[in-house]
């Protein structure tokens, strides 16, 4: 493995190698407190972040208005219907992603397209750092986790049976990170057996209360009783109070999709009222068919959600939680920015979304960022740069 050269920077995928790569950046949000440092070097060594230090090193890349930001997840995403873009128009949720709807439909006509159109659903998908998946078919999982990593990304696959027994079950869990359910409502007992076995080593999730249909049935319920553990559940658009404390009772993260619920049921998610009684909130994008998958509009949403309850809260605290609470729903430690930490960051062209001239500067984050002023990426085996033509300088 070698460092990439500048030169191979503008606009190549690098790898991030033993050698250590020095980045000189304007700002960097250090840790989990988000503490915003200005002008620091950080060194990047076998995809670890090996050193942060104060000021400039006379050696490596400067990014003079670089912001190095922990480079979030897409907590939610169906891929599988990214080949028929926009079929999701003038359907209802049912009509289109219900179990007889017209997305499956699609799925298994034109599944071996998708696999032609991977670079595109992986470029797609570039907003996050890596996303997490439910997909209909299990034997796509490690296949997709292959191409998602040539790009540095990560791919947690959640999959369901594709024969309704406890073997297929287990062999779904097996070549994925864990199980994700359609509508909890729809499971036998025995189903909820297994499924509780599974939720104690990998990922067991689940769509609920997305509708008030199922929100009346208690599908939250229903879907923990047999001793189930989902390590999140996804969407929590018609929840209460009381299953809003019963989620921080039980551990369970909530993945929010605003935007989906708008599209689909007219209604946001409870954000606000959760964040509040201290439910831990990540955020996803929902099915890639139908919803750019761009997680800062969904943050964005979800974040004047909960200040709009409380204006006190602070933008640092809002970010803090939803990185950590994304990587809580996969079980697995929250990646901020810290020396040791294996490296996820996002570097932000922070003149672009005026960062230095901000009173908020993670607000601005929030609020102001796009894909445009992405500059580069930096994860534990890649580098990628995002646009050729942002000023990266190299020093002798
Ligand atoms: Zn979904």
């Not at 002008?39 to 670089?66: F, P, Q």
């Not at 208690?218 to 047999?226: A, E, K, M, N, P």
């Not at 602070?314 to 990587?327: H, N, V």
């Amino acid at each position: 493995m070698k460092i990439p050269s500048p030169s191979r920077l503008r606009g190549e995928e690098g790898i991030s190698g033993p050698e250590p790569l020095t980045l000189n950046l304007g700002w960097l949000l250090y840790g989990e407190e988000l503490d915003i440092l200005e002008r620091v070097h950080v060194i990047i060594e076998n995809g670890k972040i090996a050193y942060i230090g104060n000021g400039w090193s006379e050696t490596g890349l400067t990014i003079e208005d670089g912001v190095a930001i922990p480079y979030p997840l897409n907590m939610h995403t169906h891929i599988l219907d990214s080949i028929a873009p926009e079929a999701c128009s003038n359907y209802s949720l049912p009509g289109y992603a219900g179990s007889k709807g017209l997305k499956h439909a699609i799925i298994r006509l034109g599944k071996k397209d998708l696999l032609k159109s991977m670079e595109w659903v992986i470029n797609k998908t570039m907003y996050a750092s890596g996303i997490v998946d439910y997909t209909e078919d299990y034997d796509f999982c490690s296949y997709l986790e292959q191409a998602f990593s040539k790009k540095g990304l990560a791919y947690y696959g959640l999959s369901r049976p594709k024969q309704n027994t406890p073997e297929d079950y287990l062999k779904a869990a097996r070549k994925c990170h864990g199980i994700g359910i359609a509508n909890p409502l729809k499971l036998y007992p025995w189903e909820k057996e297994v499924l509780s076995k599974i939720s104690r080593e990998k990922i067991v999730s689940a769509h609920v209360s997305e509708t008030k249909n199922m929100a009346r049935k208690s599908d939250l319920y229903y879907l923990t009783s047999h001793g189930v553990k989902p390590a999140h559940i996804v969407h929590g658009t018609f929840l209460d109070r009381r299953d809003l404390k019963y989620l921080v009772d039980e551990n369970i993260v909530l993945i929010v999709c605003p935007r989906s619920n708008l599209l689909f049921t007219g209604k946001l998610p409870p954000t606000g009222e959760a964040y509040e009684i201290g439910v831990d909130i990540a955020v996803g994008t929902d099915n890639i068919g139908c919803i750019e998958p761009d997680i800062w509009r969904e943050l964005e949403i979800a974040f004047m959600q909960v200040i709009s309850r409380n204006r006190a809260i602070r933008s640092k605290e809002f970010f803090a939680s939803f990185i950590g609470a994304s990587y809580k729903a996969l079980k697995e430690k929250p990646l901020f920015i810290n020396e040791n930490s294996p490296a996820r960051i996002l570097i932000i062209d922070g003149k672009q979304i005026g960062f230095n001239r901000s009173f908020d500067k993670v607000a601005t984050l929030i609020k102001r960022v796009t894909i445009k002023d992405y500059i580069l990426s930096v994860t534990a085996k890649t580098i990628q740069v995002f646009d050729r033509n942002k000023i990266i300088k190299q020093h002798k």
